[in-house]
Structure formats: C-alpha cells, structure tokens
C-alpha cells in the first residue's frame, strides 16, 4: 500500500524554524517527484515548493523563496521542506504529495499529483 506521512508540524514563534519530512511507504521515491503544498482555514490548498524525482531540479513559491528548502534523500525514501523565518501567514496545514515522473522537472500544481498524505499542522504564532 503506498503511503505517505508527513511529521515535523508544530507550535512555532514568528521567526523560528520548523523541519518537516515526508516518508514513504509502500513504494521507492526514486521515481517519483514530490511537492510541499499548504491550505490555511478558508483558503486554496496552494504549492510551496517540489522537487524532481533525481532531486536536480526544485521550485519554490514566491511567498517561501529563500526561506523554505525542499531536499530529498531518496536513500531514506524521504523528503524534507526546511523552513526558516516563520511567519504568521505560514500557518496552514501542510501535506507532501508524489507524482510518478521521472524527468527533470517539477510542477506545483495539486491536481497533478495522484497521492498524499494527511498533512502536519504548522502554526506560526507568539
């Protein structure tokens, strides 16, 4: 059964930094490119950032550019989305997502992606 689980979610201060990983089961990421994506009460679930199934290539949204990072270590069949910088607009829900594709490339739109996990809360407050 393939799954995947998101951990690192929490309570953080405007300013802090949060990791959040994203382990796969039930199938090998190699071939898979995996995207970040986030949806705030009352909001579109929105990209935040992906990443190629070789990990070459990554996107990030303007909103999170130079403060989130999205790494991969498909050794350990997982994916990381470092964030630094919180702030309170951050606060959302926040869900990986795989996309069998093996060509260099990435996309951050949630319709193309075919599985997800259940999501890791994020909360950005003091």
């Known amino acids: 059964q393939l799954q995947l689980v998101e951990s690192g979610g929490g309570l953080v201060q405007p300013g802090g930094s949060l990791r959040l990983s994203c382990a796969a089961s039930?199938?090998?990421?190699?071939?898979?490119?995996i995207g970040w994506f986030r949806q705030a009460p009352g909001k579109e679930r929105e990209g935040v950032s992906c990443i190629s199934a070789r990990g070459g290539i990554s996107n990030s949204a303007d909103s999170v550019k130079d403060r989130f990072t999205i790494s991969r270590d498909n050794a350990k069949n997982t994916v990381y989305l470092q964030m630094n910088s919180l702030k309170p607009e951050d606060t959302a829900i926040y869900y990986c997502?795989?996309?069998?594709?093996?060509?260099?490339?990435?996309?951050?739109?949630?319709?193309?992606?075919?599985?997800w996990g259940q999501g890791t809360q994020v909360t950005v407050s003091s």
């Open positions: 039930g199938f090998t990421l190699d071939y898979y490119a």
């Open positions: 997502a795989a996309r069998r594709a093996v060509q260099a490339m990435c996309v951050m739109e949630p319709t193309r992606y075919g599985y």
